[in-house]
């Protein structure tokens, strides 16, 4: 069944269309849930909706043979997935997951191509939102690479609470482990270490911020980059 989002979160993508533009794109949306663990788009298979989250989020997650899955980027309200579109291609690039439950906004994509060619500034949004996730994409691969798991955590954990619009969020550790394509073991470690730190609280998958500065002194300079963008 479908829901409706609270009235102080928006789209921001579409909110900054103009009036007419926007109303013409809201018309063929339509309000949606967000399940957790719900896959909207599979890596290379068409793309049916576009989606543009409200109060949920969306990991990018890409996959390779004998391996754990591993998350590229986030989309919360500052985004939208299908934005490939925009380029003419129907395909989807990763798997999408719903990591944080909530709302959205649908759109089919033959109805959302439609609005492409009639909305000359809802082209020019996306082009430069498909620049800011090439250079998330890039940022989010050196990260991987270069530093620390517990770095990383703290950057994750920042990046979902920009979306989650709240200050606890529900993720095991194992669901953790297969974002940042890491050991179990040493997401456990990290979040202990956190949590001695008094950064945040975990039990039983419940995570809380406690300390949004710390966590921020905390994290990668990864996090400030992609701020940055």
Aim: hydrophobic share 45%; net charge neutral.
């Amino acid at each position: 069944m479908s829901v409706k989002a609270p009235l102080q979160i928006f789209s921001r993508l579409i909110e900054g269309l103009p009036s007419k533009q926007r109303k013409q794109l809201l018309n063929g949306c339509e309000p949606v849930d967000l399940v957790f663990g719900n896959v909207l788009h599979e890596a290379n298979q068409p793309i049916r909706h576009v989606y543009f989250p409200l109060s949920g989020f969306v990991s990018l997650v890409t996959t390779l043979d004998g391996h754990q899955p591993l998350e590229m980027g986030l989309i919360g309200n500052e985004g939208m997935l299908g934005a490939t579109l925009a380029l003419g291609i129907g395909q989807a690039p990763m798997r999408a997951v719903v990591q944080g439950s909530g709302s959205a906004l649908r759109i089919s994509s033959q109805l959302f191509k439609q609005e492409l060619l009639s909305s000359p500034a809802l082209l020019r949004a996306l082009k430069r939102y498909l620049y800011v996730v090439m250079t998330q994409l890039s940022q989010s691969a050196a990260c991987t690479h270069f530093h620390e798991i517990e770095p990383r955590l703290a950057r994750w954990l920042l990046m979902t609470h920009d979306r989650a619009h709240a200050d606890n969020f529900h993720l095991t550790h194992e669901y953790l482990a297969d974002m940042l394509g890491v050991r179990r073991s040493g997401v456990s470690i990290a979040a202990a270490a956190m949590q001695a730190r008094g950064l945040i609280s975990y039990s039983r998958g419940e995570i809380h911020i406690l300390d949004r500065a710390g966590l921020e002194l905390a994290a990668c300079e990864c996090y400030a980059a992609l701020q940055a963008d």
